[in-house]
């Protein structure tokens, strides 16, 4: 009966986002730089750490043409792949960050026995006023739809004759999805990858994909910063866990079998929905805002849409996702909107 209740428990949690894992879409660790998805696609979390140039107007129209040449070139096989960029800026953290980067300068000075304590104090203390601590990510997503229909039957009948092979415990929401993976993706996914960090890096761009065990510390940090010290490292697959213990009858207890799910460590202290607008993560309240945009004649750089969030000093993050397919999206908007004028003609 406690299954049971768990079970449904499980349903109404994810069918109306009642807990945290419903809003997580990773289930388990492929290899040292790919996530699992709940659905079976790959994940990869790429940290651009910025551009190695002066990009003035000119180099920004040469940027911007050689990007539209290569998202057109990897995304342009329907809803195979989708990489969704994602800007942090948190004013709060800049003085953390400072003290960070003038750690090898103090270090330097203490060695030769130089006094720079003021010095290095006067930055820490001014140097806020005049930056921000800012973050970029390339989140890197490959579909199992992309696969043909007889690969993708073919993959689900490995995946059950896998877990008929094991003698393990069933699974739950609160666990990782050991065989949630798919090998027909893992090629293509590191493919992508690849030519990501290879033509990026050509057009003048310092960037690199974060291994998991850091990919998650980002995530959390993101997440709930006050709660992710420097040195936690999350539950994975490959990590220093104990052995699971085999009971005499052959079977595997459940808590030593499967490690705890990805979302429920990413965001420890959980998330409560305070109103239609408004979402509270660990010490920190969420909610959108909306950037009106001017009617533009030309290009203009991304800073300008989020001038008046700047100077107020408010942390915000925002995240674009690109994607194929949009020839499929448009007719099916087509053929909804056809049935829509149907019954709206009916009606009156």
Known sequence: MSRLRAE???LFAQLFGLDVEAYSSLATVEDDESFVTKEGGLMSLIQLRGHLRVVGDQELNTLTQQLETLLGSVLGAGSYHSIDI????DPAATGDEITRLLQPSARTGARLQLNLDDLFAERIRHLPHFACHEAHYLVVWTYP????RSTRRQARQERRRLMDRLKAPPLTR????PYAGNAYLTDPHRSLVRTLI???TAFGFELAVLPIAAACRHMRAEADAEWTPEEWLALLPGGPVSAPREQPDGQIDA???WLPAIGSQLVPRGLEILDYRTVRVGDRLYQPFFVDLPQLTEVQRFERLLDRVRHERIPWRLMIRLTGGAETWLLSRHRWAGLLNLLAIKTS
């Open 198 to 200: 290879s033509e990026l």
């Open 255 to 257: 808590a030593d079998c």
């Open 174 to 177: 609160d666990n990782q999805d």
């Open 145 to 148: 739809a992309g696969l043909p």
């Open 8 to 10: 449904v428990w499980g």
């Open 86 to 89: 994602v800007f942090s800026s």
